[in-house]
């Protein structure tokens, strides 16, 4: 807690100069996919999903995701279609973050509010933690300690391996993909963050449907 809390103030104080360290383009939504950038998700949050959809499995906006497997903040293995699973869950945001990204020291702070407020319709929150503060491969220990700071009540996991890696460029850390979760498909992929989380949570309500 000591060690994330002390890093966390001076990258606040670089990131009023700088922005994101790692060189994040807020809400960018990269190249344009031709595909409808807020389709309809599953209206009913009380409908079984089924069997968590198979392959082909792509890596771009409309395609099917895979079933990651990452480590959890306890220790234990957790996936998307675990995930997906949890009766009520419609709409799934992965949320890559790292220890030394600046910019993700506000949107940590601002998802507990925004998932709290929106969870009853739909929403959970995976939060991907790949690398602490010195760039080294996160472990459980370090996504328990990252979701103690910043008090998540929703599943941490830690990324070792940078699974995560093929959807976005790290460089441009937070990274948000939306997924709907009645049939695996990618909504979007953004990168970087806006303060105060407007367009985020205003793209979140946009595929609830409220």
Avoid at 28 to 38: E, F, K, L, Q
């Amino acid at each position: 807690m000591r060690r994330i809390g002390s890093t966390i103030a001076l990258l606040v104080v670089v990131s009023l100069f700088w922005g994101c360290d790692s060189g994040g383009k807020e809400h960018d939504t990269g190249t344009d996919t031709g595909v409808d950038a807020m389709p309809d998700i599953a209206s009913d949050p009380t409908a079984e999903q089924g069997e968590c959809p198979g392959p082909p499995y792509g890596t771009l906006v409309g395609d099917t995701i895979a079933d990651h497997e990452f480590v959890s903040y306890d220790g234990s293995s957790l996936s998307l279609c675990d995930i997906r699973d949890v009766p009520g869950n419609r709409l799934l945001l992965v949320y890559g973050t790292a220890g030394w990204c600046t910019q993700c020291t506000y949107e940590s702070g601002d998802l507990p509010t925004i998932r709290a407020d929106l969870h009853d319709d739909g929403l959970e929150v995976l939060a991907v933690v790949f690398e602490d503060e010195s760039s080294s491969p996160a472990d459980a220990d370090y996504a328990s300690e990252y979701r103690g700071y910043y008090g998540f009540t929703f599943p941490t996991v830690a990324d070792p391996s940078f699974l995560i890696g093929a959807y976005f460029d790290k460089s441009s850390t937070p990274l948000n993909m939306f997924i709907d979760l009645s049939t695996m498909t990618i909504l979007d992929i953004q990168t970087g963050y806006g303060i105060g989380g407007g367009p985020l949570r205003s793209d979140i309500e946009g595929y609830l449907g409220l």
